[in-house]
């Protein structure tokens, strides 16, 4: 397993029937420890330098799955209390309102069933290597370019 998901339980789950209405007091908030955002489908070898600079960040991450390709960041958010409940309960945003617990993150990591997950530099640096039979050169030709401006 990945450092992308820490399964860390809050309480000794031995002999405890694992349900629906008490799943979430067993986990460490986990679904409140990252946010995901859409990306358009990158193509390029610009598209995917941008990215090697965003994966470059730590706690950045980018993963594609079947609905396309996301920037993840591992950050948790501000509201979850230190018994993991939310500290906004009442005004929470609609998006945590949809989250269902049915099959969540504390059954599946979030890497787990992506076609391709990129947690560094070197991980996006060697896909665009295999991807891209030009990709090294990129870097080449852009310093030669911009010497040839600068003449
Ligand atoms: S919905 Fe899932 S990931 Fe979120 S707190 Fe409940 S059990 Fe944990
Ligand atoms: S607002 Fe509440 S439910 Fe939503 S991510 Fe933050 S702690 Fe979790």
Not at 7 to 24: G, L
Not at 45 to 61: R, S
Not at 106 to 124: A, K, M, N, S
Request: proline share 3%.
């Amino acid at each position: 397993m990945s450092d992308t998901v820490q399964f860390i339980e809050t309480q000794d789950i031995t002999d405890i029937e694992i349900t629906s209405e008490n799943k979430c007091d067993f986990c460490s908030a986990l679904c409140c420890s990252y946010i995901t955002q859409e990306l358009d489908t990158p193509r390029t070898m610009h598209a995917f330098d941008v990215l090697l600079w965003q994966v470059a960040h730590k706690g950045i991450h980018v993963f594609k799955d079947g609905n396309g390709w996301y920037l993840l960041s591992m950050n948790k958010c501000e509201f979850v209390m230190p018994d993991n409940r939310c500290g906004i309960y009442e005004t929470r945003p609609m998006i945590c309102r949809e989250h269902s617990n049915a099959a969540c993150e504390r059954d599946v990591p979030i890497d787990e069933g992506c076609d391709l997950y990129f947690q560094t530099f070197e991980e996006l640096d060697n896909y665009c290597r295999k991807r891209f039979k030009t990709w090294d050169k990129r870097l080449e030709k852009f310093e030669a370019e911009r010497a040839k401006a600068n003449d």
